[in-house]
């Protein structure tokens, strides 16, 4: 279990890194805003191990590549790994393969897997272990999570390649749909890739086509090939639940969750199952993780997504109502959902783990207090505030009666000292209940 | 007395009551007016002050630092910091010299004005031109208009060019933003500003036109550069439109001229206002309208230059998302 203080990290596009408290909805800049600029902007952020999620890597768009540790104590979180000679161009996409490899991909094309030595931290040596040749303009580059040998990319005029990171030529080659009723070509335009399992990828496009291909049946063409609204798709996410759905994000701010099987046959337009509204502008980057944090109706799922409008927004997957929405001042490109709870920040708390000693001394001292306390009687309804009227009135009469009876008893006593006493009690009851009448 | 006066049969007596009935009720009501000068003011409930509260509100400007930053680094900022290089640099003559030999094709007319410009190249340059090729004679009025408002703008018919070849020309030659008018029935109902060379893009609907001729009493135009007054832009999105705004002006105005340009918000409608003003002695003042006058609203702003179809928002409007709580604005 790891411990963190927050549960979403974001990153903008001026280079800062923030990390998220989305129960709490509160945000801090983790790295300073010194010596950063627009060409410190993070293009990709990725876990270093998703299923212990507790370092994130990130890329900037200068081809730096930063480590940041979400642990709770920890110094120095930041390890700088320094510049990757990644190629000509913008940084586009960083993929952590194992635990000393990873890929860089730049927009013109070219693809590096590099191995990465972490155990000195003074120097890190990097070897570029192999290149491959993707093709211009590329706009998006996927691991496969089911296989992480396999890498998918695809671009502006660059059709879907699927790469095993041992061969130098790839495995898979998407070929374009056919010509339209006009014979015309169909412009191919990559802008978002995920991997719904081993072997079927799904493609979101800027002419806003989501596309499904499979590797398995041996048709370049792809299985499916659905229209969504009428703007480009920029985001593209699976529901990781072998449902055969997808979560569909576009320019213009409009997401929607997309069954891939749902085809209309007419206009090919697919039908939306559920739309999760609130959306201003650009929608970059959408992620899908169980949070423990929001279980509604046994599901925890949730979608958490940012963009171009500075917010994060956070919905819930089945009932795609608005869970947390937080304010992050900045333009956002990527973010990271953590599936761990976060921590909270709370003051008191951080103050007993500094002073335990001292608060444990204080404590025995108000173990002696609270004996005292015990000790004493708890005294109900004994204010006269309390007391009615004619409760008061009965006491009275009770206690001018107990004064009587005694003096009774007393002079019974005096009077004989044999053994009817009962039916002379009796009496005196009878009397008690009479007056109280 | 007791009696309703309207009842009274005699005239005389009836106006008598009835004039001794009024005068108590007027004092009545002097009392009470007295009474309630004493009492504190109620404030009137306004949509504008029952404001659905905004987290992008920005109340402190200078105490956030992230604000500041962000400010600092974006693609409006570059236009304002280029116009401050160019001003202590001293070398527009160059890039001046360079535009005339782009424009030699172009008519004589047009490199004679931009002569005129040469002293004041610190000032933004505009183009203007119509979405439509035929447009009518208000919405060509209306563009002249502009053209005269705005220091250092031309105005070009639209011709038979695409707006997306328009746009890298005019990068080319050194234009700073570029506007284009949007005609519906022969009136314009439409604004796009398009900041260049990095956006970003801003589209108005416009409504409520009143060209300077159609304005009452109005005053005529003198080529003094104007000042700029910005009414409640408040949110973060205000404050990106605000300062797209002022990029189209020069920051240095001519107070001879005493004319202002107002761009005042109220709930989400912009209105452009241009005034002359004349200190009439320490407490009065006097405004004349100048035209022309209009209403804008912020349909989206895009990221980067015009681009529709493959654009990035960084805000649309979505009227049935947005404006379903009449007490909700975004700017």
Known sequence: MSLSYYNIFVGTDNGLLKGINSKAKTFNNLNSMENLNKEKEIVQMSWFDSSTQDNVYFATKDQHIVKYNTLKDINCPFTDLGHFDCGLGELKGLEIISQNKLVTCVDKGLMKLWSVDLSDHENIVKNALNEFKCGNDLYAIKKNKFNSELIATGGKENDLKIWNLSKSEPIFKAKNVSDNWMQLREPVWIMGIDFLDENRVVVGTGHHQVRLYDLKTGVRRPVFNLKYGDYPITALSVVPDDSNRVIVGNTRGEMEMIDLRSMTSKNEQCKAVRKYKGFQGTIKSIQIESSPLYDINGSSLCVASCGLDRFLRVHHLETSSLVSKVYLKSRLNCLLFSKHEPIKVNKNEQKADVDDDQLSSINSEDLGTDDLWSDMETIIDEHPSLVTVKKRKLEKRLKDFDNESLKDEKENNEEDNDGFKKPKSMQIINKKIKKVK | ?331
């Open chain 2, 1 to 331: 007395m007791g009696k309703n006066p309207s009842e009274i049969k005699n005239k005389d007596v009836r106006t008598k009551m009835f004039i001794a009935l009024k005068k108590e009720k007027d004092k009545a009501k002097k009392k009470q007016k007295l009474e309630n000068k004493n009492k504190p003011k109620q404030i009137p409930k306004t949509i504008e002050n029952q404001r659905v509260k905004d987290e992008t509100f920005v109340t402190d400007l200078q105490n956030d630092p992230e604000l500041v930053f962000d400010m600092n680094t974006d693609e409006i900022s570059k236009q304002l910091n280029r116009k401050k290089r160019s001003k202590t640099d001293d070398d527009t003559d160059m890039t001046q010299e360079e535009f005339d030999a782009k424009t030699s094709s172009e008519n004589e007319e047009e490199l004679s004005d931009d002569d005129e410009s040469d002293d004041e190249s610190t000032d933004p340059k505009i183009l203007i031109t119509t979405n439509d090729i035929k447009i009518g004679f208000k919405t060509y009025k209306f563009c002249r208009e502009l053209s005269r408002i705005l220091p250092n703008a031309d105005y070009f018919y639209k011709k038979n060019v695409r707006l997306s070849k328009i746009i890298p020309a005019a990068v080319q030659r050194n234009y700073s933003a570029i506007l284009v008018v949007n005609e519906n029935r022969k009136e314009p109902d439409g604004l796009m500003i398009s900041l260049l060379p990095e956006g970003p893009t801003m589209n108005f609907k416009l409504s409520s036109l009143r060209l300077s001729d159609e304005i009452k009493n109005g005053g005529g135009f003198t080529k003094h550069k104007p000042e700029i007054i910005m009414n409640n832009f408040n949110t973060r999105l205000g404050l990106q439109i605000g300062r797209s705004f002022a990029t189209l002006f020069p920051t240095d105005p001519q107070y001879e001229g005493r004319h202002a340009i107002t761009f005042h918000n109220q709930r989400d409608y912009i209105f452009f206002r241009h005034h002359r003003y004349i200190f009439r002695n320490a407490q009065k003042v006097g405004l004349q309208e100048l035209g022309p006058k209009f209403t804008l609203k912020l349909r989206s702003l895009q990221k980067g230059t015009f681009d529709k179809k493959f654009g990035e928002y960084e805000w649309v409007q979505k009227r049935h998302e947005m404006e379903s709580n009449r007490r909700k604005f975004s700017i």
